[in-house]
C-alpha cells in the first residue's frame, strides 16, 4: 500500500535486523516492546517477543526505499489492536510513525470490519501520547485483563470506514 511517498508492507524477516539496531538500551526496548521483552536481545529472540507468528508485522519505507517505521497489529477483544510502534530514530520528526499509524489502519480496513482500533502507551511517553490523539485515539476504560493499569493508557478510536 502506497501513500505520498510512502510505502506499507509486510516485514521481511531481514526488516527484523534494522529494527533490532533501533534499541540502544534496555530502556527503549521496555518503552517499545514492554517489560516483558528481553534486552539484551538476540536475533532469535528479538523474533520470538515480537510474537511474529501472533502478529502482522509492518514496515513503512519513505520514497527513498528506507526503511523509517516498524508495527504490528493483532485482534484484541474484537478490536483490530496496533503495538510495538516505532519509527527509525534517524528519522524521526518527519512524519513516519503518523504514516505509520494511519496505513496500518487503512490495511486492516480493507481486511477485516473492525468498528474500532486500540493501543496501549506508557503515560511518560508524552511524544507517542500527543501521537496518538491528533490521530483520533482518546483514552478508555482500562481492560480489566491487561496488566501495568498504573503505567499505561489504553487508546481505542472509531472506525472511519462505512461498511453496510
Known amino acids: 500500500m502506497q501513500a505520498g511517498g510512502w510505502t506499507l508492507a509486510t516485514a521481511a524477516d531481514s526488516d527484523f535486523d534494522t529494527v533490532m539496531s533501533w534499541f540502544p538500551d534496555e530502556d527503549a526496548v521496555n518503552i517499545w516492546g ?35 517505521a516498524f508495527g504490528q497489529s493483532c ?8 503495538a510495538r510502534l516505532v519509527a527509525n530514530p534517524a528519522l524521526r520528526g518527519q512524519g513516519a510513525g503518523r504514516q505509520l499509524i494511519q496505513s496500518i489502519i487503512a490495511a486492516l480496513e480493507v481486511e477485516s470490519d473492525y468498528e474500532e482500533y ?13 501521537c ?24 481505542t478510536r472509531k472506525a472511519t470506514h462505512n461498511r453496510q
Request: aromatic share 16%; net charge negative; proline share 6%.
Open 118 to 130: 486500540s493501543l496501549f502507551v506508557y503515560r511518560h511517553n508524552t511524544p507517542a501520547y500527543q
Open 75 to 82: 485482534e484484541r477483544e474484537g478490536r483490530g489492536h496496533l
Open 34 to 68: 514492554g517489560p516483558k521483552f528481553r534486552y539484551p536481545f538476540t536475533g532469535d529472540t528479538f523474533r520470538e517477543d515480537c510474537r511474529i507468528e501472533l502478529m502482522t508485522s509492518y514496515v513503512l519505507r519513505n520514497s527513498s526505499g528506507e526503511l523509517a
Open 132 to 155: 496518538y490523539l491528533s490521530l483520533g485515539f482518546a483514552v478508555t476504560d482500562y481492560p480489566d485483563d491487561a496488566p501495568m493499569r498504573d503505567k499505561c493508557y489504553f487508546l
